[in-house]
């Protein structure tokens, strides 16, 4: 019997220039695109980076920025994509070497976390909120229950508050003065709902229907994210997986209780977005291209409600669920995928030229 030497350095130097070679090929095809979109070469991919620890599957991420310049990114890690066990990883990363400075880990026992959010309260809290799911033995759901955890430092985490809100997803929240808000979806109803409150107390209804089948003839609306622009109004990007399968972009003035809704003719999965300029925003997602799902940026302008592609990050199988911060020149953008060697995980991609792109959408 011959005996296998694994040398597991070279396996991971290997699998690093494999990526490195990805980049380059991504960067190629899409400066194509670009081409048609405006001038080549202003908005690259810089580099790509695995941040998630050994798991069988990492997945669905989000990004904040701290004051102190690191970067801050959730996701969960489990068994497979819908395991009963998931447990939720924060990394605090060193945003100029995109080195992994700290790791903490949330988990309740017999409970699987999922979807994890993050925000910064006015107080500077730093919010987390996840999806708690309680399964049966043949992994059956029973109930869901939204839970939050605060931290000061992104380090150490309080013990859960169980927001409640049995059967109901809050995707995320976004804060307006000392208010959060967030959407929040239920599948069977088929609707999603605005709620506003505090994730460390309790999250009232404040416009019920907000969109919906009945409501809207627009089919099972769920993930979505937010903004409040510097009028106070309220901008929603939501994902739909029914009839169309299209976004919708969504505005609303003070109080938001009437909302209005605009077609974007397109399907985006785990939205997730940032100001850009005053009317443009920088879109995150996952596409259909008509052959395999992806995760691309695009730009989306609020005044005329134009959606725009920018470029495809080295993603494929299980992917997406990005979540975005810009610091400068510098966009990162976190999310997961399966593309190399079918093992899912979180990647760290940072992309330089938002300041020339930012001029483009002027």
């Not at 409970?111 to 919010?127: A, F, N």
């Not at 927001?163 to 003065?177: A, K």
């Amino acid at each position: 019997m011959l005996s296998t030497v694994i040398n597991f350095p070279l396996i991971k130097f290997a699998k690093i220039a494999v990526e490195r070679q990805e980049i380059a090929a991504y960067n190629d095809v899409n400066n194509g695109f670009l081409s048609d979109f405006m001038s080549k070469n202003i908005f690259k991919i810089d580099q790509v980076n695995r941040i998630s620890s050994r798991s069988p599957h990492s997945a669905f991420t989000d990004l904040h920025n701290l004051p102190d310049g690191s970067l801050l990114c959730c996701y969960r890690q489990a068994t497979n994509h819908v395991s009963n066990d998931g447990r939720l990883e924060i990394a605090c990363i060193d945003a100029e070497t995109c080195n992994v400075k700290s790791r903490s880990h949330v988990a309740i026992a017999g409970v699987d976390l999922r979807d994890p959010k993050l925000s910064q309260g006015p107080d500077g809290r730093i919010w987390l909120l996840a999806n708690a799911r309680y399964a049966d033995a043949e992994n059956r759901t029973l109930k869901r229950h939204m839970m939050s955890w605060f931290s000061y430092d992104g380090i150490s985490w309080s013990s859960p508050h169980d927001l409640g809100l049995n059967g109901w997803w809050l995707w995320r929240i976004i804060w307006r003065d000392d208010n959060a808000f967030g959407f929040a979806y239920n599948r069977g109803q088929d609707r999603i709902d605005l709620y506003q409150g505090h994730p460390g107390k309790r999250m009232f209804c404040r416009k019920s229907h907000a969109l919906g089948r009945v409501s809207h003839n627009l089919g099972y609306p769920n993930e979505s994210d937010m903004h409040v622009d510097s009028n106070g109004n309220m901008w929603a990007l939501v994902r739909r997986d029914a009839d169309s399968f299209s976004a919708q972009l969504g505005f609303s003035k003070a109080p938001f209780t009437r909302w209005y809704w605009h077609d974007l003719g397109k399907y985006i999965g785990g939205p997730a977005w940032v100001p850009l300029t005053k009317t443009t925003m920088l879109v995150a997602g996952r596409e259909w291209t008509g052959k395999a799902l992806v995760t691309t940026l695009w730009t989306l302008n609020l005044s005329n409600k134009k959606l725009d592609k920018i470029l495809t990050l080295p993603s494929g199988g299980d992917n997406s669920y990005p979540g975005l911060a810009i610091d400068g020149d510098t966009l990162y953008v976190s999310y997961y995928s399966g593309h190399l060697d079918n093992e899912t995980r979180v990647y760290l991609a940072t992309l330089r030229g938002i300041t020339a792109l930012s001029g483009e959408c002027e």
